[in-house]
């Protein structure tokens, strides 16, 4: 199982951008997926999580400036960030917390599985 983040780049402040987070292998669910962020010479923290039954959760730094979703059908997890400041300046990881997977026969468990994340820069 992988997890490949998308969408970083450059953005002014008070801009928009939009992560996406693919999950790929024989996935056959995927209990919470999330986005944490990482700024330099800073401990990673959660920015926001979705578990299987849509249940959100969002940091207080983010809340009612970044929305988080997911698609199932393609086991897609994204971060739509708006209004963004200077401090939103980090690298942005995505994380499943438990995935099963189907084979010819068996399921197989996967936990605490992270994407390589993306840079993400916010000018003022």
């Known amino acids: 199982v992988q997890l490949q983040a998308s969408g970083g780049g450059l953005v002014q402040s008070g801009g928009s951008l939009r992560l996406s987070c693919a999950a790929s292998?024989?996935?056959?669910?995927?209990?919470?997926l999330g986005w944490y962020r990482q700024a330099p010479g800073k401990q990673r923290g959660m920015v926001a999580t979705i578990n299987s039954g849509g249940r959100i959760k969002y940091g207080d730094s983010v809340k009612g400036r970044f929305t988080i979703s997911r698609d199932n059908t393609k086991n897609t997890v994204y971060l739509q960030m708006n209004s963004m400041k200077p401090e939103d300046t980090a690298v942005y990881y995505c994380?499943?917390?438990?995935?099963?997977?189907?084979?010819?026969?068996?399921?197989?468990?996967?936990?605490?599985?992270w994407g390589q994340g993306t840079e993400v820069t916010v000018s003022s």
């Open positions: 292998g024989r996935i056959f669910s995927i209990n919470t």
């Open positions: 994380n499943a917390d438990y995935v099963v997977t189907r084979g010819a026969s068996s399921y197989s468990n996967y936990y605490d599985i």
